[in-house]
């Protein structure tokens, strides 16, 4: 499976601000993924995130909350914007091999003050 | 959209017991996975099914892909304390887009 790294893997933030989460894959993978875990919860997708062309978003999610790059096929990054208490979440990056399996990086948890 | 419903949401077991949890959904997979997530961390890959009826082994851990593709169980024999953690079933159709269920978590008493 590929090892996933994730940067950073908690913050504390102001409101009103914002942080850039990195993942870095040790391979190149077509599929990238960031998910988002509330406290309590399960883990629901932001976005797939595509190498060369915008992010394809779910429904409730937008690009000017979450912009998202994706340079190449090893790295890619999610940025959580104007942040508020209500952001407070696990952020998680995954990516898909084999077609179907999906794998996780450790996931950045973060606080919003 | 999909909705997975796993049950149960917790289990309260005695170490050495066997456990059993289940998803299911209103509509059908391709692929069951099942994912244990320990606190801090991402969920790890424990079990992937494929096939309608396919029953696959990991060590302990038992799961099944049900013939009408609409749910999956697993199993774990004989629990031990590290198998606490909170475990989470997810089906996959097309686009490798998973959707996850609520979580069972898992609690063993020693």
């Known amino acids: 499976s590929a090892v996933i790294s994730q940067k950073p893997s908690r913050d504390i933030c102001q409101r009103g601000t914002s942080l850039t989460i990195q993942c870095q894959v040790d391979?190149?993978?077509?599929?990238m993924f960031w998910y988002r875990q509330q406290p309590g919860q399960s883990l629901t997708l932001i976005a797939t995130a595509n190498q060369g062309s915008e992010a394809t978003y779910e429904s409730g999610f937008v690009i000017d909350k979450f912009p998202i790059s994706r340079p190449n096929l090893t790295f890619s990054t999610l940025t959580v914007s104007n942040m508020s208490p209500e952001d407070s979440s696990i952020y998680l990056c995954s990516v898909a091999q084999r077609n179907t399996e999906a794998f996780f990086g450790q996931g950045t948890r973060l606080t919003v003050v | 959209g999909q909705q997975l419903n796993q049950s149960p949401q917790s289990m309260f077991i005695q170490e050495g017991e066997d456990v059993s949890m289940n998803c299911t959904s209103s509509?059908?997979?391709?692929?069951w996975l099942w994912y244990k997530q320990d606190p801090g961390e991402g969920p790890v890959l424990l079990i992937a099914?494929?096939?309608?009826?396919e029953l696959t082994s990991n060590g302990r851990l038992t799961a099944q892909f049900g013939i009408t593709r609409k749910d999956s169980f697993l199993n774990i024999s004989a629990s031990i304390p590290s198998d606490v953690g909170i475990y989470f079933c997810?089906?996959?159709?097309?686009?490798?887009?998973?959707?996850f269920g609520g979580g069972t978590r898992l609690m063993v008493k020693p």
């Open positions: 099914l494929y096939k309608a009826g």
């Open positions: 509509s059908i997979f391709n692929t």
């Open positions: 391979s190149q993978v077509t599929m």
């Open positions: 997810a089906g996959n159709n097309a686009g490798n887009m998973l959707t």
